[in-house]
């Protein structure tokens, strides 16, 4: 044995002891949001939202039909630990039906995802994708890092 292949060994040991496969994914998302073109932003986006939409599709196949969609809405963001604030009711004088619920979901929670996107784009993407799949006539706004959903 060479002087120094011991060393040179039980090192390697150590790396392969600690290394782990990591999923890249996030970090790539995030970066081409950051530093790519518009277009290929507008893509991922795009994609994000359709996933959102086909999660919400299987959510629904899954519930009884007396479930409210802004329950199934509340419930799945809560359950992923997303910071929601709702509201019942509003002032029938504002041009509400004075029955309409709202859903204050808090995008800087960055619950809902494995990766901590450093972004809100991704979450407002899915969630919006998610809603419109449970409540198609739901009114979406994004008002920075607060996503209100009106159902």
């Not at 999660?55 to 910071?83: H, N, Q, Y």
């Not at 004088?93 to 979901?105: F, I």
Request: charged share 25%.
């Amino acid at each position: 044995m060479k002087k120094g292949q011991f060393s040179r060994d039980w090192s390697l040991l150590k790396l392969a002891r600690t290394w782990e496969p990591r999923d890249i994914g996030g970090e790539v998302i995030e970066r081409v949001m950051a530093e790519g073109t518009p277009e290929a932003v507008m893509d991922i986006l795009r994609v994000i939202g359709a996933i959102g939409f086909e999660d919400g599709e299987k959510a629904c196949e899954r519930m009884p039909p007396f479930m409210a969609p802004v329950e199934v809405i509340e419930s799945t963001l809560m359950v992923a630990g997303v910071e929601i604030e709702r509201e019942d009711g509003g002032d029938v004088d504002e041009g509400n039906r004075g029955d309409d619920s709202v859903l204050l979901v808090n995008l800087d929670a960055h619950a809902l995802f494995s990766y901590p996107f450093t972004m809100a784009e991704p979450a407002a993407a899915y969630v919006t994708g998610y809603v419109q799949a449970v409540a198609g006539g739901a009114a979406v706004v994004r008002d920075g890092a607060v996503l209100r959903i009106r159902l």
